[in-house]
């Protein structure tokens, strides 16, 4: 199971964290990924990590302001999110795949958490 936190209201240029943490299976040797859905939108990829963290990759629309990161040891992804805009809002999903590498398309992902709210405002 995975469970995302950290979301909430936030301003445009504001910060926040997002954690997804995994119980009851370990994700050390899987890619990880971070999806949002906006209202009426698809579910978008935002961000990517192999299972060791030597590789990321980002959509254009977060690069430079978004990190993706990984604590194997505590079994949990985050997603530092700098700088938001109003259209970065979306619920965020993370997701695990079970392979070391990742890759982009949403039905590649095995494991998905329940999603995390993030609002913000202009």
């Known amino acids: 199971q995975l469970q995302a936190s950290g979301g909430g209201l936030v301003q445009a240029g504001g910060s926040l964290r997002l954690s997804c943490a995994a119980s009851g299976r370990t994700i050390s040797n899987y890619a990880m990924g971070w999806f949002r859905q906006a209202p009426g939108k698809e579910r978008e990829f935002v961000a990517a990590i192999c299972w060791s963290g030597g590789s990321t990759h980002y959509a254009d629309s977060v690069k430079g302001r978004f990190t993706i990161s990984r604590d194997n040891a505590k079994n949990t992804v985050y997603l530092q999110m700098n700088s938001l805009k109003p259209e970065d809002t979306a619920v965020y999903y993370c997701?695990?795949?079970?392979?070391?590498?990742?890759?982009?398309?949403?039905?590649?992902?095995?494991?998905w958490g329940q999603g995390t709210q993030v609002t913000v405002s202009s």
């Open positions: 997701a695990s795949r079970g392979t070391y590498y990742y890759t982009l398309p949403a039905n590649e992902y095995d494991y």
